[in-house]
Structures are given as structure tokens and as C-alpha cells.
């Protein structure tokens, strides 16, 4: 059964800093998903990442995915306010199916 | 831009009472599904769809039941709702050409 951790679940931090949300996950898997959501909104596709290696980068969030290690990182470099709202990462199941079973989600503040 | 929309944001409804949630997708594709959403647990995949009049039970499919009879729409059903159903529902689709899963706005019920 496939299974996906997320840690921390709650992140605080101050504008400028750098911090690291971890996403792993328990058995093969060659698609992972980060989604953002807004409080009271929907998902929002941040990225999909599709082979072992891939990295990508939107703006001041970069992930990377290690198929080996079974870990995805979502990387938030000197953080604005605006990137305040609660991520999830997802894996697919079976690939091209987009089974995607879930994180906890990480709740994320940013304060001035 | 793709859209998946979802008839209503918020719904209140009576233990025992049948119910509907629909979505409607405006991408012409083959995927479709339902998760529901509580705090801490994530997205949960309730069922899915591949095809018109195929469905298949995700991860969490007590208590509910699915119908598509047209490729753009997909229906939620709670046979007779309960208040642990009381949730946010969010409807996606998909496929697998585009690697991406896109999510409607979310149904918030309440089963009082």
C-alpha cells in the first residue's frame, strides 16, 4: 500500500528565510505532484515531476524528485508572505493513471 | 484554461437524505474523480473514473456511489448521507497525455 509522509505538517517562518518541506513516500513511484492551496480554495498545480532527478524551479519554490531515496523536497528560498497556504505532495499510484494518493499536507505561515 | 467546476461550494443537508455533487470538465478527458478532504488526513480518492459508464472504488468508496454517463460530467452520490460525511469534496480531472490532474473549487457539506 502505498503511503505519503509529509514533514513538518506546520512550518512558521519569517520573510527572507529559507526552508525545506519534505514529502516521502513508501513504495515505486515515477510521478509526484506538489499542489498549493489557499484557505477555503481549491488545489493549484505547482509542479509534476516525472523521473528520477528532475528538478524544477517557479519563482522562489524548487522541487526535486529522488526515486531512489523515495523523497521529494519542496525548497521555499527567501520566503514573501505570499507564499502563505498549505502544500500538498502527491504520487500516482499507477502511472498515467493519476491515482494520486495524498500527503498531510503542510500548513505554511510566513510572517513579516 | 481547463476547467473542472463544481456545482455548489457549500451544501447543508439531513442525515438520511440522497445526495448529489456534480462536476462538470471542459478538457475532454478520459479521467475524472472524486477525493474528500479532512484535516490532517489529506486528499482521500473516493472513486474514479477512465470512460463513460466505467468507474472503479478508490480508497474510501463506503457510503458512496458514482455515476458518468457523459465524458464531461461526473456525479457524486451519498445514498443516505450521514454526519460523517460532513467533509470537502473536490472533483478532478485528467489524463494521462498531460500528466496533470486538474481540481474544481471544492463542495464543502454539511450533514446535520
Known amino acids: 500500500e502505498l503511503k505519503v509522509e509529509q514533514n513538518p505538517l506546520f512550518l512558521s517562518m519569517q520573510e527572507g528565510k529559507n526552508y525545506t518541506i519534505y514529502c516521502n513516500y513508501s513504495?515505486?513511484?515515477?510521478?509526484l505532484y506538489w499542489y498549493r492551496q489557499d484557505p477555503g480554495k481549491s488545489l493549484e498545480s505547482l509542479f509534476v515531476?516525472?523521473?528520477?532527478?528532475a528538478v524544477k524551479q517557479e519563482g522562489r519554490l524548487m522541487a526535486s524528485l529522488d526515486t531512489k531515496a523515495r523523497l521529494s523536497t519542496l525548497h521555499i528560498t527567501a520566503a514573501v508572505h505570499d507564499l502563505s497556504a498549505t502544500y500538498f505532495c502527491?504520487?500516482?499510484?499507477?502511472?498515467?493513471?493519476?491515482?494520486?494518493?495524498f500527503g498531510q499536507g503542510t500548513r505554511l505561515t510566513i510572517n513579516p | 484554461d481547463v476547467k473542472v467546476t463544481q456545482s455548489s461550494r457549500y451544501l447543508v443537508k439531513r442525515t438520511g437524505e440522497k445526495v448529489f455533487l456534480e462536476c462538470v470538465q471542459d478538457?475532454?478527458?478520459?479521467?475524472m474523480f472524486w477525493y474528500r478532504q479532512d484535516p490532517g488526513l489529506g486528499l482521500r480518492l473516493i472513486y474514479f473514473?477512465?470512460?463513460?459508464?466505467?468507474?472503479e472504488k478508490g480508497d474510501i468508496p463506503e457510503g458512496y456511489s458514482v455515476s458518468r454517463e457523459k465524458k464531461e460530467r461526473f456525479s457524486l452520490i451519498l445514498e443516505s448521507a450521514s454526519t460523517n460525511q460532513t467533509s470537502m469534496y473536490l472533483c478532478?480531472?485528467?489524463?494521462?497525455?498531460?500528466?496533470?490532474?486538474?481540481f474544481g473549487q471544492g463542495t464543502r457539506l454539511t450533514v446535520v
Open positions: 502527491a504520487v500516482d499510484r499507477l502511472e498515467g493513471a493519476q491515482k494520486l494518493v
Open positions: 513504495t515505486t513511484s515515477d510521478r
Open positions: 515531476l516525472l523521473s528520477n532527478g
Open positions: 478538457m475532454d478527458h478520459e479521467n
Open positions: 473514473s477512465y470512460d463513460v459508464k466505467m468507474k
Open positions: 478532478a480531472g485528467g489524463d494521462s497525455l498531460n500528466t496533470e490532474a486538474f
